[in-house]
């Protein structure tokens, strides 16, 4: 066999390797927000404006804006979901969708970001990027997330519990210098 051959067999296997790891992390997000929707008791789909059903709990895309910022989508596809981004972790969120009665409108998507990374069978979860915000877990059992479900609750409850004016930001004219 040619050098060229011996590459050829290893860029298959890389490559068989790449796409068994995509398909395990996409049927993990599905779990995942399966998951989130029990554990916050969630109903499983509504109907919106136009009569379709849509989901409570969704998958969000997330693209990368610029200046740290980050765009997350709902997408229908679970295969758009997930980006591999430059840091080599797959980048997502899980949207819920809350409402301030059942039947009742406006209904709010809420995305919470999220990137993960599989090693040797174990999922190595980062809710936002904060630093309490990092969860271990075997890939094949999830039955101990409660704690990082209960983590992305907590997420929207502080979201909910921020004041308006607490967004605001303070800017000071050019040349402004206090006068003491």
């Known amino acids: ?7 050829c067999v290893g ?5 068989t390797r ?15 927000a399966e998951g989130f929707r029990q554990h916050v008791g969630a ?15 969704v998958l969000c895309k997330a693209t990368d804006i610029g ?26 969120g ?17 995305p919470i970001p999220m990137y993960f990374i599989i090693e040797d069978q174990q999922c190595h979860m980062h809710v936002t990027n904060r630093h309490d915000g990092e969860f271990s877990f075997p890939i094949d059992d999830l039955s101990n997330c409660g704690h990082m479900y209960d983590y992305m609750a907590s997420i929207l409850t502080q979201i909910f519990d921020t004041k308006p004016w607490a967004f605001a ?12």
Request: glycine share 6%; aromatic share 16%.
């Open 67 to 92: 200046d740290g910022k980050v765009r997350h989508e709902e997408t229908t596809s679970p295969y758009d979901v997930l980006a591999m981004w430059d840091d080599g972790f797959y980048h997502f």
């Open 94 to 110: 899980v949207g819920l969708v809350v409402e301030v009665s059942s039947n009742t409108w406006p209904k709010q998507l809420f």
């Open 43 to 57: 109903p499983k789909t509504f109907k919106n404006a136009d009569g379709n059903e849509k989901r409570y709990v």
């Open 169 to 180: 930001v303070s800017k000071k004219p050019i040349g402004f210098v206090p006068i003491k």
């Open 11 to 15: 860029f298959d296997t890389w490559r």
């Open 18 to 32: 790449y796409f068994d790891n995509q398909h395990e992390s996409v049927r993990l997000t599905l779990r995942i």
């Open 1 to 7: 066999m040619s050098i060229f051959s011996d590459l």
